[in-house]
């Protein structure tokens, strides 16, 4: 007899500096290694995830982490998605859409009426979620405003 594989994605709020939320932001930075050649060298202060602020997620199937992503607000009314990420042996689930709607689910709950993101060309399956999750593209912002391979991309919660 052999156990079903676990469906139910147990998403959990979790300090950004956590040990588990950390080693899954190390592998999402790993994936940005792979596909850009460094790390995303946007800002981030793990105080900025917490409540009231900010929430950050881990996802586990089985009890075991493979999904992370968060949301921080950068001025009333307007949230910012970091670290959005569901481990390799694991995509192709729909479990990021699901992720994706409890982050946005919980910005709306604290007033949030803009949501938005940068990601980059590297990244199709990420541009393709968003897309086809209601964001459209924005004016450049951050980091990477001037890096002709960015692209942001913005959402109404309302």
Known sequence: MTMAEPTTLVLTPTPYDDPVAAGLIEAVQQVYVARYGGR????????????????????????????????????????????????????????SRI??????????????????????????????????SGYTVIEKFGVYRHDPGSTCFGKSLV
């Open 40 to 95: 995303d060298a946007t800002p981030v202060d793990a105080a900025e995830f917490a409540p009231p602020r900010g929430l950050f997620l881990v996802g586990r199937l089985g009890g075991e982490p493979i999904a992370c992503g968060g949301w921080r607000i950068v001025s009333p009314g307007l949230a910012e998605l970091k670290r959005m990420y569901v481990a390799s042996g694991f995509r192709g689930r729909g479990l």
């Open 99 to 132: 992720l994706l709607a409890a982050l946005e689910d919980s910005a709306r709950r604290v007033g949030i009426t803009r949501i938005r993101l940068e990601t980059g060309h590297r990244q199709p399956e990420a541009i393709r979620l968003y897309e086809t």
